[in-house]
């Protein structure tokens, strides 16, 4: 039972209500309760920290919400700023007593710290979600599971880090669907181009009663996200709508305000500008009751649309305004809406240059001159190159125009020089988020280990506790085994029955988690490699190879991803990874070796089922080992034949020096490594022959008589 008592504090007053702060403890003990979902019915909503406090935005008259499986739920009308406790009676967390309360204290401010830190610092965000998750007990609440990974995919969503955020939220709804969640998850989809999961997801949400306004919005405004993601304007534009009638009902004007813009965006897409503008216009006299910065970013974007629809004079006239506007603010910058990239914001040098723009397209360019030297002098002040650069070429083509030929020229030297500095940059930057995303898929990995660890740790307390009380039963029953010893008996083998299934669930379950741990690993040496050759291409500044060998490799990259977490896949798939990485081995060593796939007559790829990453180490032994080191031109001939109706078998040939050659070759690290990228590839085939019966056979033998060559031949059988 909670009871609600107000203590005097004054909230922060601001121009749309104020802060109202709060605390949530045992009325007991005073012990802080942290999880407590806290709402208002405009929307608003967040959740009791580790001490059991919260801040949220509010009006006088709101009704406020408070919801937790702990308690029941307490409502409250807010009749002033002054500051509100809920204190419940007879709060048990659990009933083992005070230890599972502390853990919950610690693991809520271990996200508390992930949270402060998301957005400037994603290692040590995802160092404090790995305490979370190994702080927990050996039975966490689904509730404490759910936060930590719901948190981690949140992060991954705003470094724009898609498919790690999906794979995350699904875990966390794996183990407690929440609306919030779901919605995230939702979200993470429509980013990731996922548009009929999303939809799917948000679908769920419909036989949701009581859900809080602001997420009803947000699940109307999100099906419109996918609807527009999938080309469908007209549906987009229903959901979009809802969503606002949802919004105006409650009051929401942030929410207004996003989805005035959205429909205004969509009207303009159809052309319809004069729709389009009258919810322009809305949104920017909406934001005006708003912070500074929100009203500035509502105009840029109607600025943007003033010049899609060549009204430039309309354009610069907003443009102006935001200039004086963004520089009375402190930072005199503004970042769109949930972007964490410098490179997105609203700054003074990025709106001169905007403004110089829509001057030379009215062939202005004397009026133009003047902005477009404000915007070099203040990106240079902010260091903002990529501006300094633009407008330091546009200067120059104005002046080569005007027919001031030494100053377009000088200015163009500036150009070439900014250019330099730009690139020089760019390969700093390149270099630090390669490191970054190393330490993330490591961090990820860690993550990812901690929960697996959990699971099995759970699963063994579980067992234990199941044998605990299998052995007290049994040491009851033994006074009626002396009078039943039949019974006694038959009872002791139904035991062991179980036992030994137990033993062999847990072993399954072993074996699972073992072929997906080496089925992720992959040869770190070829990724290495594969950016060292993006490099090399930038560097011949060979862009076009650059981008085409980093878009084949971040394909190869998701199939490896998305195919790690079967068994088995299709071997239609298992040839398409074959002809990908293939292509690029050979991009990298072209003058090295040719190669040929070659499919039999009588194979119905189709029909059999692969092992996936099975085939490919063999390949990249056949390239890196054999013919890497031939002296002139090598071979490499995947063929794949059908001898049996229920056989497939894949031949690898190379004439390249010989295993035995190689091996005299290879430096002692380069030894260590082929072993244990081949003993990862022979413990996945004696677990699967161990789990399917024999389903795999692999042979390799020299392909010539003087030790040259290689010969791999997989024979695979369908079950």
């Not at 995919?153 to 669907?177: M, P, R, S, T, W």
């Not at 609306?179 to 993470?188: F, M, P, Y």
Request: proline share 3%.
């Amino acid at each position: 039972m909670a009871m609600l008592s107000v203590h005097t504090f004054y909230g922060q007053q601001n121009q749309s209500g104020f802060i109202l702060e709060g605390l949530v403890r045992s009325q007991d003990n005073q012990m802080p309760i942290s999880g407590v979902s806290v709402s208002t019915d405009k929307g608003e909503y967040t959740s009791t920290n580790g001490l059991g406090e919260f801040k949220i935005r509010a009006n006088i008259g709101d009704e406020i919400v408070f919801r937790s499986p702990e308690f029941e739920t307490v409502f409250h009308r807010i009749t002033s700023k002054e500051e509100i406790i809920v204190e419940v009676q007879d709060f048990e967390p659990n009933a083992r007593g005070g230890s599972r309360a502390t853990t919950a204290v610690e693991h809520q401010r271990y996200l508390d710290s992930a949270n402060f830190y998301k957005k400037t610092d994603i290692e040590k965000s995802l160092d404090f979600i790995s305490k979370s998750i190994s702080n927990t007990t050996l039975e966490p609440s689904k509730t404490q599971v759910n936060h930590s990974l719901t948190l981690l995919g949140e992060i991954y969503l705003y470094h724009k880090q898609f498919d790690l955020a999906v794979a995350n939220l699904e875990d966390a709804l794996g183990a407690k669907k929440t609306v919030r969640t779901t919605l995230l998850l939702a979200k993470a989809y429509v980013l990731n181009k996922e548009y009929d999961a999303a939809l799917e997801q948000l679908q769920k949400l419909d036989a949701v009663k009581n859900m809080p306004p602001y997420q009803r919005i947000e699940k109307e405004e999100l099906k419109g996200d996918a609807q527009k993601g999938m080309g469908k304007s007209k549906l987009a534009q229903q959901f979009y709508e809802a969503g606002l009638k949802i919004a105006e009902k409650n009051q929401v004007t942030p929410k207004i305000i996003d989805l005035s813009t959205k429909i205004a965006e969509n009207f303009a897409a159809q052309n319809r500008q004069i729709e389009a503008e009258d919810y322009y216009n809305n949104s920017i006299k909406l934001s005006k009751q708003q912070a500074p910065e929100r009203q500035v970013r509502e105009k840029e974007k109607v600025a943007d649309f003033y010049n899609q629809t060549s009204r430039y004079e309309d354009e610069i006239q907003l443009r102006k305004e935001n200039l004086s506007q963004l520089k009375r603010l402190p930072k005199k910058k503004v970042l769109l809406k949930d972007e964490p990239a410098q490179k997105d914001s609203i700054t003074t040098q990025r709106i001169n240059y905007k403004i110089a723009n829509a001057y030379i397209a009215q062939e202005k360019l004397a009026e133009a001159i003047p902005y477009l030297q404000k915007s070099i002098v203040e990106a240079d002040s902010d260091n903002d190159l990529v501006v300094q650069k633009d407008a330091t070429r546009k200067l120059s083509e104005v002046y080569e125009y005007r027919g001031d030929f030494d100053k377009a020229y000088k200015t163009y030297q500036e150009y070439v020089s900014l250019v330099d500095t730009l690139y020089i940059r760019k390969e700093q930057e390149l270099s630090r988020l390669a490191r970054l995303n190393r330490e993330v898929a490591n961090k990820q990995n860690r993550i990812s280990s901690l929960e697996q660890e959990r699971e099995l740790s759970q699963s063994k307390y579980s067992l234990a506790m199941t044998e605990q009380k299998l052995f007290e039963t049994r040491a009851n029953w033994q006074k009626v085994l002396i009078y039943s010893l039949v019974m006694g008996m038959a009872l002791f083998a139904l035991t062991a029955f179980f036992f030994y299934r137990s033993n062999q669930k847990q072993k399954l379950a072993n074996n699972l988690l073992a072929l997906k741990s080496l089925r992720s690993q992959m040869n770190p040496h070829f990724i290495f490699n594969a950016l060292n050759s993006v490099n090399n291409y930038i560097a011949k500044s060979d862009e076009r190879s650059a981008n085409r060998y980093l878009s084949d490799f971040s394909l190869l990259m998701r199939t490896v991803l998305e195919n790690s977490e079967e068994d088995f896949i299709p071997f239609t798939k298992e040839l398409e990874l074959i002809k990908l990485y293939l292509k690029l081995e050979h991009s990298r060593f072209p003058d090295k070796f040719d190669y040929d796939i070659k499919i039999a007559d009588e194979v119905d790829i189709h029909a059999f089922q692969i092992p996936p990453m099975l085939v490919q180490p063999y390949i990249e032994n056949a390239v890196w080992h054999g013919l890497r080191y031939k002296e002139n031109k090598g071979e490499l001939i995947v063929s794949v034949t059908q001898p049996q109706e229920d056989m497939l078998e894949i031949m690898v040939t190379d004439n390249g020096i010989g295993r035995k050659h190689s091996a005299n070759l290879k430096t002692d690290n380069q030894r260590r490594q082929k072993s244990k990228g081949m003993g990862n590839i022979k413990k996945r085939i004696a677990i699967l022959n161990d789990m399917y019966k024999n389903k795999v056979d692999v042979t390799i033998n020299d392909l010539n008589e003087d030790e040259t060559g290689t010969k791999v031949v997989l024979r695979l059988k369908k079950d």
